[in-house]
């Protein structure tokens, strides 16, 4: 059983930022929120679900602070006024208003996205989902779900467990995070190895498109081959296209039995054959096959996340896997993860140093937050340059030991620049996390990172998001994983769907 975890700890300090020139260029044709527009919401919405520092609310900018700032503190918007719509309607209103008037929309569920797609760049309207929480219904024969946008992610999951059902999708942020905002990054996660992406699992939407209309593609089938499937274009547009209010999702059946063990690996060489051998010895229970490497592992253990392994298991290990099953029957499952680690240790040449098997609900937790709790480690040890990459499983460590090599021939890494630059992600689908640690955000460590990243990855024909999405942050690198054929043609959905550019402009298109 899936247990509560680590939740994102939100900093607010000034710290410059730079938007890009096409971020910017993309509000040349918008208008701030006028006090005539805040007298038209406040017809629409309760006092209480609008925020502003115009009159005549005039809420203190502190309290718009949470709805500016994104969680790193990296980015930071200017904001003057957040309306939280309680329905549909609601959001169906206050988006045709925008329209007409040509004032900019950034759609905002949890906001602890890492590419700066739910903060403002300018002064845009804040469009928060949060008070759209309600379960719309739940069929537990089928397992679909139906709920609002702002349902956070952990309450579906608290929502789900009396009926033996599980959220398909696990991340660190799910005390946080909302269904609405994990559906338009197409959040990956900890359980893509297992269930698959929210292209698959998403089985209809309900949007608010640009000009007001309400798209109600809220379906509960399983099968509906009836033309173009537009829900997909939705799936990871980062609310560019409209706002999506409402989800349709396939749950999974609750496994029965869930076990983990956190693995010592001498060298990284090895990880490619450990995960060969789990996936053909556990097949059709393995559920999260998970790579840290040693630095970030130590910074998780050194800010308080917990502790895997004993210091001396831990001497001689170069990177270290988190190994997930879920199943139908405890003995079953416990038989084939022990069959497989007896093999590991008996082994001639032995693919890892040792592990540690999870013996408890509150084992297995507390090595999961090991794992979940690494973008919070690194976020302590200083400012992060997050880089969320697809790349062939060999090249992981590769990607880390060059970006190293780089930033030391910049002669950027120490303690008053780089301090360190570590790598973890999901070997299950390719998805390694890049980070470099930084005393502070510095356009010289900047400069050095990009685009020396984004070649790197061109260069293994990888991608530059797997999936954190573009936002702000990579919009003027979206050549590197996309030709100018296909990009062309995002343009022209993004005209057609929101000819007048309101819907959070200056994110994902150069």
């Known amino acids: 059983m899936f247990l509560s975890r680590q939740l994102i700890r939100r900093v607010y300090l000034r710290t410059p930022r730079r938007w890009t020139h096409n971020a910017a260029a993309a509000l040349s044709g918008l208008n ?42 990296k980015y930071h918007g200017k904001s003057t006024t957040v309306l939280k719509p309680r ?27 890492l590419v700066g797609g739910s903060v403002p760049v300018r002064d845009e309207l804040v469009l928060s989902l949060s008070n759209m929480s309600k379960i719309r219904a739940f069929d537990d024969v089928s397992g679909i779900l139906v709920a609002d946008a702002g349902c956070i992610l952990q309450s579906l999951s608290d929502f789900l467990t009396p009926h033996n059902h599980i959220v398909p999708l696990d991340l660190g942020a799910k005390g946080s995070c909302q269904i609405g905002g994990n559906v338009s990054t197409n959040a990956g996660g900890l359980r893509l190895l297992r269930y698959g992406s929210l292209h698959g699992s998403v089985l209809g939407l309900e949007v608010v498109l640009p000009d007001g209309t309400i798209l109600d593609q809220l379906t509960s089938l399983r099968k509906d081959n009836t033309g173009y499937d537009l829900k997909q274009l939705f799936i990871g547009a980062e609310g ?52 840290m490497d040693r630095t970030v592992y130590d ?7 917990g502790r895997a ?58 090595l999961w937050a090991i794992r979940e709790g690494l973008t919070e480690a690194v976020s302590k040890e200083g400012k992060a340059y997050k880089y969320d990459i697809s790349v062939p499983l060999h090249k992981f460590k ?70 954190h999405g573009i936002g702000v942050m990579k919009t003027h690198a979206l050549h590197y994983s996309k030709n100018a054929t296909s990009i062309e043609w995002m343009k022209k959905i993004k005209a057609l769907f929101d000819p007048n550019g309101i819907m959070n402009p200056g994110k994902v298109l150069p």
């Open 309 to 366: 392994l004993d210091p001396q298991d831990v001497e001689g290990a170069e990177c270290f896997v988190l190994v997930e099953t879920s199943g139908g029957k405890r003995e079953h499952d416990e038989e084939k993860l022990n069959n497989l680690l007896e093999s590991l240790m008996d082994a001639d040449q032995p693919l890892i140093n040792t592990g540690v098997l999870a013996t408890s609900p509150a084992q297995f937790s507390a």
């Open 398 to 467: 590769e990607v880390v030991d060059k970006t190293k090599e780089h930033l030391r021939q910049k002669g950027l890494l120490h303690e008053d620049a780089v301090k360190h630059v570590v790598g973890y992600g999901h070997v299950g689908d390719g998805n390694l996390h890049l980070n470099v640690v930084a005393a502070a955000y510095t356009p010289d460590i900047e400069a050095a990172l990009e685009p020396f990243v984004y070649e790197l990855v061109a260069s293994y024909k990888g991608s530059i998001s797997a999936e």
């Open 240 to 291: 560019t296209l409209g706002v999506v209010t409402g989800v349709s999702i396939l749950a999974a059946p609750a496994p029965q039995a869930s076990n983990n063990v956190m693995l010592a690996l001498p060298k990284f060489e090895n990880i490619l054959p450990l995960f060969k051998e789990t996936k053909r010895q556990l097949s059709e229970i393995l559920s999260a096959f998970e790579f």
């Open 299 to 305: 910074l998780a253990i050194k800010h308080g996340q």
């Open 32 to 73: 701030s929120v006028t006090e005539e527009d805040l007298a038209h919401f406040a017809k629409i919405l309760p006092p209480s679900a609008i925020l502003s520092t115009l009159s005549p609310s005039a809420t203190p900018s502190t309290e718009l602070e949470p709805f500016n700032n994104d969680w790193m503190n």
């Open 87 to 113: 329905t549909t309607q609601e959001v169906s209103e206050i988006v045709k208003w925008c329209n007409q008037r040509r004032i900019g929309i950034v759609p905002q569920g949890g906001n602890t996205g």
